[in-house]
C-alpha cells in the first residue's frame, strides 16, 4: 500500500519502534527494499536523495515506487533525502512523494530557520511533511553524503527551530556518521533524551550504516522512529560485484542485476530486524 511518511512514522511512535529509511538509486534497490519489509511485514520509507537526480529518472522512478507499492502488502512511502535546492522539493511533490527533507544545516540556525520555514510552507500547501535537521553528520568511510561539520544538535536550539519552522519530523545530530565509523563510535544518547524532552515530532537517525546495536536500541528507546541507511546496503552489493569481476565467467547482466538485488537484501534484512524489535 503507498501510503505517508507521516502516517507510518505517527504508528511508529506510538508502538515504540523505528522504521528503515532506505536510500534506493535504481530499480533493485526499491525491489530489495520492498521485499525484505513485506518479508518480515514492516513498513518502510524509500528515500532518494536529491543528489541522484542527476543519475534517477525522478518522474519515472516514483510512478515505479508507486506501483510496487500498491502491490505489496505493507505500507510503503517516498521519501526526499537532502535536498538542497527549493526546485527539488517542488519537483518532489509534484510526483507525488509524501515527504521531503530540506537540508538547511549548513547555515546558522537562524539562516537554517529561515529557509527552512520556506519549504515547510510550500510543502504542507500541497499535503507533503518535512524533515530537516539542525546540527550536521560528519562523513565516514564510504559514504556518498556531504562533508557536514559533526556539530551536534542543541536540545535549546532544537525546541526554537521544530516552534518557528513547522517541521514535522527532526533529523537529531547525535554523534552517527553518514558512511562506516573510522574510529569508535561516539553516540551521545543522553543528549537525544534531552531533544526528546525538548521536542514533540517524531525524530530521524541519520546514518545508519556501522551504528552498534545497542546504540540502535537505544536510539530508538529515546524516541528515534526513522533510521537512514544508505552506505552498509551499496557495499554489500559492491562487494557482490567485486566476486564477478574476480571471476573467469562473464555471466549475463540479467543475473548479476538478481544477485546484486540478494546481497543488498540480505544486508537490509539485519537493519529491518533490528529497528522494528524482531
Ligand atoms: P549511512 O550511509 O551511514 O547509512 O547514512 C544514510 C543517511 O543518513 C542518509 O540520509
Known sequence: MFTTTRSILEEARRKRYAVAAFNVYSMETVQAA????????????I??????????DVEAFSAFVKVIAEKAGIPVALHLDHAYEKQSIIRAIRCGFGSVMYDG????????????????EIA?????????EIGSLARGAFSDEEEGSGALTDP?????FVQETGVDFLAAAIGTVHGMYTGEPNIDIPLLGRIRQAVDVPLVLHGGSGTPDDKIRDSIANGICKINVNTEVSMAAVAYLKTIGESDKLPHLS??????????E????????????L
Not at 532518494?48 to 542527476?54: A, I, S
Not at 504542507?124 to 530537516?132: F, P, Q, R, W, Y
Open 47 to 56: 528515500a532518494l536523495g536529491e543528489r541522484y537526480f542527476d543519475t534517477v
Open 124 to 132: 504542507h500547501m500541497a499535503g507533503v511533511s518535512v524533515e530537516a
Open 156 to 160: 535549546d536550539s532544537a525546541r526554537a
Open 105 to 120: 544545516s549548513k547555515y546558522p540556525l537562524e539562516e537554517n530557520i529561515r529557509r527552512t520555514k520556506e519549504m515547510v
Open 255 to 264: 543475473n548479476v542485476m538478481a544477485d546484486m538485488q540478494a546481497a543488498m
Open 34 to 45: 520492498v521485499a525484505v519489509s513485506e518479508r518480515l511485514r514492516q513498513p518502510v520509507i
Open 266 to 277: 540480505q544486508s537490509m534484512e539485519k537493519f529491518v530486524k533490528l529497528f522494528s524489535g
